[in-house]
């Protein structure tokens, strides 16, 4: 093989091996900016979780929420009076649930929901983005990214993602859940940009779900701040006091 | 019959008031929250230091009586007391805790007004009452009455020694605390292992307080390590001291996939002191070591089906043969009762059916089974249940089905019954009922 024909080949090779990663590395980067843009990495929080019965009637949870980092999360039930004092804990992919009157956590998972509704445990212990996805491709549409994102393992509650994220403020506007099989589980909307600690965020997430016709669920959220506690009140031994130190 | 006229009542009451249900006005349009007041609310209860609550419920019960078993033998012999009666229950349950910088503290009473044909009693109880000082999350110490919560098994706890024995047709329910002094230490890690964390407890034994666990005027220790290691939850428990034994425990809990959980329990209970009766009603004692343990698994499927197996080996439990010793016993002071009217060894059979006998599963050999079902039919709150407790050493169990319900925020109902089925002295076969419905109305609240 003659100089030029070798140059061509080197230059030829270098494209291929970079083309993909600059990609995902865009890809990557807007996730990244995506969850920091929706919570600080670690906070405390209020949420209110409402699930809405095709005849209008609803009920609603107050929970207060402790979010450490990319893996761990603690949330307490403060009301109705019949949830009160539950509390959920996620370390990664372990998930626990503890009641009050049944003593030791049991494990619990992703797909279940302690709650009813549309919302599962995923999505109310949900962690970053960028923790249980890759990004596998992006369009460009005149507003919005739109991302394709696959689960990391098949431990995480939904195989594939379909998120639009606004251009100007890098916030997801819509996340379209899928299972493996390809199926559609539910439809995330985040509306209400509200200023938290100087940051404007998302307050107020709403789900539909095909497989729940005419339901819906809303997650809210207040008080949204940056707290940094010990990774201690992460663990098993914990949770039934997550109340002491709100 | 008084109990089947509540219960129509009851039903058709809760079916109106939930067709009538407003919890908020029927607007079928899109929900749309208001922020402002959701911030009012949460920044009254972010400055509440203190919470007061709990519940108050009504449960009637129509007990069918097997006037043929042993049980039912020792307590309704003196009474003419017909093969159906019900049982009226009002529970109030209050709870409240308070905070304060470092400190804590919590209580928990549980007061039970019955009526039946034996007429109206009382109950009440302090389940919980604890102080907390925790200088920080690592660090953690309370004094007070608590329940402990050791063990991983759903129906069984043989590795729990300090608390009172769960219920095993309702493990759910509360249950009342032991007087002990506390002292925990967690750590967390970046690793396989993530959490470790040492639980150690004094168990004082005397006249007025813990009573009823063991011998009088001892103080006794325990000690629990925790470990969450490989995604696997492990508990090290040891019980020593002179009011009990000396026992050793050990539990873990893994998912082994993300909707399938095995979990167990192990114990080893040193000089086991058990009494017992030959047939003719000689008492005999036996000490040895006794080995527990429980082997169970949780299963969940895509329509949110929800297995859960148990299979139990109680090394304190009573062998077959002390059963039907047991059981011949109570039949042979039965017939005695009839042909001449002494009483005494139907009163004894009383007085041990109180102890070990009279356990809800006092034999070895145990298997669990439940099922249950969330939301079918895209009904919310809705969750029916069945369970079945088995004896595989002489083919007896019982059946229970339930249905959960809550149509109303902090308004639970759940209907449930219990069959028991079982050839003549098995243990199933000779407990008091032959089946059991009851309806329970329980409405949470908060002050």
Not at chain 1, 210 to 236: C, H, M, W
Not at chain 2, 293 to 304: A, D, F, S
Request: proline share 4%; glycine share 6%.
């Amino acid at each position: 093989m003659n100089e030029p024909s070798m140059r061509l080949l080197l230059a030829l090779t270098l494209t291929l091996l970079f083309a993909t990663p600059a990609l995902s590395l865009d890809g990557t980067e807007i996730l990244k900016k995506v969850d920091a843009n929706l919570q600080p990495e670690s906070f405390e929080s209020y949420r209110k979780l409402i699930n809405i019965e095709p005849s209008g009637a609803k009920r609603e949870f107050l929970l207060y929420t402790l979010k450490k980092g990319n893996d761990k999360i603690a949330s307490l039930f403060l009301s109705p009076a019949s949830e009160k004092g539950r509390a959920t804990l996620r370390l990664g992919d372990n998930m626990w649930l503890y009641i009050p009157n049944v003593g030791k956590p049991i494990r619990i998972t992703s797909l279940q929901s302690v709650v009813g509704g549309v919302f599962n445990n995923a999505d109310i212990m949900r962690l970053d983005y960028n923790v249980e996805y890759d990004v596998q491709n992006i369009v460009d549409e005149k507003n919005e990214h739109v991302l394709d994102l696959k689960a990391k393992t098949t431990t995480v509650a939904y195989d594939k993602l379909k998120m639009w994220v606004d251009k100007k403020t890098i916030v997801p506007t819509k996340v379209e859940c899928y299972a493996a099989t390809g199926l559609l589980i539910k439809t995330l909307y985040f509306k209400e940009r509200k200023s938290f600690e100087g940051v404007l965020r998302p307050s107020v997430i709403e789900t539909d779900s095909p497989l729940y016709k005419g339901y819906q669920s809303i997650l809210a959220y207040a008080n949204v701040k940056k707290r940094i506690v010990a990774d201690e009140v992460f663990t098993l031994e914990f949770l039934a006091k997550i109340e002491t130190i709100r | 019959m008084r109990f089947v006229r509540l219960l129509v009542f009851l039903g058709i009451s809760l079916t109106a008031s939930n067709l009538h249900s407003q919890e908020q006005p029927q607007d079928k349009g899109k929900f749309e929250i208001d922020l402002s007041e959701l911030q009012k609310e949460v920044d009254k209860i972010a400055s509440k230091p203190y919470s007061l609550g709990g519940f108050a419920e009504f449960q009637p019960t129509l007990l069918g009586i097997d006037r043929d078993s042993a049980f039912s033998r020792v307590k309704f012999f003196k009474n003419k007391q017909g093969s159906t009666f019900d049982q009226y229950n009002f529970r109030l349950r209050l709870e409240g805790s308070y905070k304060k910088d470092i400190f804590s503290a919590f209580f928990k009473t549980d007061t039970l007004v019955r009526n039946d044909f034996e007429g109206w009693d009382e109950d009440t109880k302090l389940f919980e009452a604890y102080a907390s000082v925790k200088p920080s999350p690592s660090f953690i110490v309370e004094a007070g009455k608590k329940v402990m919560k050791w063990g991983k098994g759903y129906a069984w706890n043989p590795a729990s020694f300090i608390d009172r024995p769960k219920n095993p047709e309702d493990p759910e329910e509360a249950l009342e605390g032991s007087t002990v002094a506390t002292v925990d230490y967690i750590r967390s890690f970046d690793g396989p292992l993530k959490t470790a964390a040492l639980t150690a407890a004094v168990i004082p034994v005397q006249r007025h307080v813990n009573a009823k666990f063991g011998e009088l005027y001892h103080t006794n220790f325990a000690s629990k390590l925790y470990l969450l290691a490989y995604d696997t939850d492990l508990d090290f428990m040891v019980f020593t001291g002179e009011s009990r034994t000396t026992r050793y425990g050990f539990d873990f809990s893994k998912n082994l996939a993300t909707n399938f959980e095995v979990h167990g329990e192990f114990a080893i209970i040193n000089n086991v002191k058990s009494k017992f009766i030959d047939a003719s009603g000689r008492g005999l004692s036996k000490e040895a070591e006794a080995v527990s343990y429980l082997i169970g698994l949780r299963y969940l499927t895509e329509k949110e089906t929800t297995y859960l197996l148990e299979y139990y080996r109680d090394g304190t439990g009573l062998s077959r043969e002390r059963m039907r010793d047991f059981f011949s016993f109570v039949d042979t002071s039965y017939r005695n009762f009839l042909t001449t009217g002494n009483a005494g060894g139907l009163v004894r059979g009383a007085q041990l059916s109180k102890g070990p006998y009279g356990k809800p599963n006092p034999m070895r050999d145990y298997l669990y089974f439940r099922v249950s079902q969330k939301e079918p039919f895209d009904i919310l709150y809705l969750t029916p249940t069945l369970t079945s407790i088995i004896n595989p050493i002489d083919g007896s169990f019982n059946v229970l089905p339930e249905i959960t319900y809550s149509p109303l925020t902090n308004l639970e109902l759940r209907l449930k019954g219990a069959i028991l089925v079982g050839r003549s002295h098995t243990d199933f076969g000779e407990k008091q009922n032959d089946y059991r419905l009851e309806l329970r109305l329980r409405y949470y609240f908060a002050l």
